[in-house]
């Protein structure tokens, strides 16, 4: 099949993008599908790439499950640790409060990556219409004539080529694999250093290697980036102490600059925006796949609805109404998740004292009012719905 007339073209091999493709496919196998993806065609040949840690919520996992696209490697949370350095103010969560399997799961970008191509290679099998096209470079221009497109192609904040709404908090995250002496199993740490967020996470690599997402100001974090090893240890051991220990190794340091830009609308026409090409977050929340994974489901479940024939005539307005539905839709978890984060983010960052006392209280009550920990922890793992 040519790039030709497609009903559905999703533009972006990213997570929200193989995601969105297997579960329009798994409804409707004979949908007329086209996915462009700059990546390359073969597994091995993603291997240098991004190897940050992401927290996926239960909901991302049991959305996951129905493509079997759960990776293998993953390391579960089982207890979340969150503090103030050197201030008042601490909350634990744990899974047995929450009645939870596990409170989260940490798994590698490149892995999860790798199991959605895996998971649509399945279900491509049986999708006699549906063509993936690997591309080089940029996309072609113009784009293959398509009913409705997709845009999926996420992307970095200030790598990305459109700025709408949003906020540069001035802050970067410097990622890598840490190793300590004793850690916890399944413990995750969040401390709030002046900063900004110090989150050390279980890996699937054994107890005592970690991921380290460390923000900071872009000055400070270029220089943690240059450090070497050991001097890098003892500027992280200072700041996080001694509760698991010492740092002993470091590696696979990476930077990305953190900030807020999202799509006030997200549909125009016949175009649809989701996951990252919607809305790019601080990670402070550990939300932005987890939200974009819920795009894509909702925005497949209509789009199979449309194009089987299930529910009305693909003609240009009946699409139009489909996208404005689906944007509709999507409106409570986007404002929900991309407010709360942005709060997350500010509150987390000011060195205003009202602010950090601020901060200590809701720790406090977080601690002592388990509904409220209970109602956060929801919209965490599931979204607003
Ligand atoms: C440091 C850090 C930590 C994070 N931690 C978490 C976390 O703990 N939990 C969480 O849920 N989220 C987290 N996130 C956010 C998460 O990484 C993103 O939300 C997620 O990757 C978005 O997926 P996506 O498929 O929309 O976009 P991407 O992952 O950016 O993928 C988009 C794909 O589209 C391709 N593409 C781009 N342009 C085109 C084009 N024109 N044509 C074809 N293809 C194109 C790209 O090459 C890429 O493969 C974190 C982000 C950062 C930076």
Same mark, same amino acid.
């Given at each position: 099949m040519s790039l030709g007339n497609c009903d559905i073209l999703i533009q972006g091999g990213g997570p929200v993008g193989l995601a969105c493709a297997s579960w329009i496919l798994q409804r409707f196998p004979e949908a007329k599908l086209t996915l462009l993806d700059r990546n390359p065609v073969e597994d091995a040949d993603l291997i240098?790439?991004? +190897? %940050?840690?992401?927290?996926?919520s239960y909901g991302s996992k049991l959305l996951l499950d129905t493509i079997h696209a759960w990776p293998a490697d993953c390391a579960d949370i089982h207890r979340v640790h969150v503090s103030q350095a050197g201030l008042f103010g601490r909350a634990l969560m744990t899974r047995e409060e929450l009645q939870q399997e596990a409170l989260g799961h940490i798994i590698r970008y490149r892995d999860i990556h790798v199991a959605l191509r895996q998971a649509l290679r399945d279900i491509q099998s049986k999708s006699p219409n549906f063509n993936w096209q690997h591309i080089t470079g940029n996309a072609p221009e113009p784009l293959p004539?398509?009913?409705?497109? #997709?845009?999926? *192609?996420?992307?970095? !904040?200030?790598?990305?080529?459109?700025?709408? +709404?949003? %906020?540069?908090?001035?802050? +970067?995250?410097? #990622?890598?694999?840490? *190793?300590?002496? %004793?850690?916890? /199993?399944?413990?995750?740490? *969040? %401390? !709030?250093?002046? *900063?900004? /967020?110090?989150?050390?996470?279980p890996s699937h690599y054994g107890i005592n290697i970690l991921n380290l997402v460390w923000c900071g100001s872009p000055g400070s974090s270029q220089q943690r980036l240059q450090l070497n090893g050991e001097d890098f240890l003892k500027a992280l051991q200072t700041e996080f102490g001694n509760r698991i220990g010492r740092f002993l190794k470091i590696q696979d340091r990476r930077l990305y600059e953190l900030g807020l830009n999202y799509r006030k609308k997200i549909n125009q026409d016949h175009e649809v925006w989701i996951g990252n090409a919607a809305q790019t977050l601080h990670p402070v929340a550990g939300q932005g796949l987890n939200l974009g994974l819920r795009d894509a489901y909702l925005l497949a479940e209509k789009l199979a609805n449309i194009f089987s024939g299930a529910s009305n005539e693909q003609t240009a307005a009946n699409i139009q109404n489909t996208l404005e539905s689906y944007a509709k839709s999507r409106k409570a978890d986007r404002a929900t998740t991309i407010g709360l984060?942005?709060?997350?983010a500010r509150v987390f960052t000011s060195n205003l004292a009202p602010v950090i006392l601020a901060r200590g209280f809701a720790f406090l009550a977080l601690q002592w009012l388990p509904p409220m920990k209970t109602a956060l922890a929801r919209q965490m793992m599931f979204g607003r719905r």
């Open positions: 240098n790439a991004d +190897s %940050r840690g992401i927290a996926l004539n398509a009913k409705c497109i #997709v845009h999926a *192609e996420g992307g970095l !904040f200030k790598k990305q080529d459109w700025v709408e +709404s949003g %906020r540069d908090y001035g802050q +970067s995250a410097l #990622v890598g694999l840490v *190793e300590v002496d %004793r850690a916890e /199993p399944h413990q995750a740490w *969040e %401390r !709030f250093t002046a *900063e900004g /967020p110090l989150a050390v996470l984060t942005d709060l997350m």
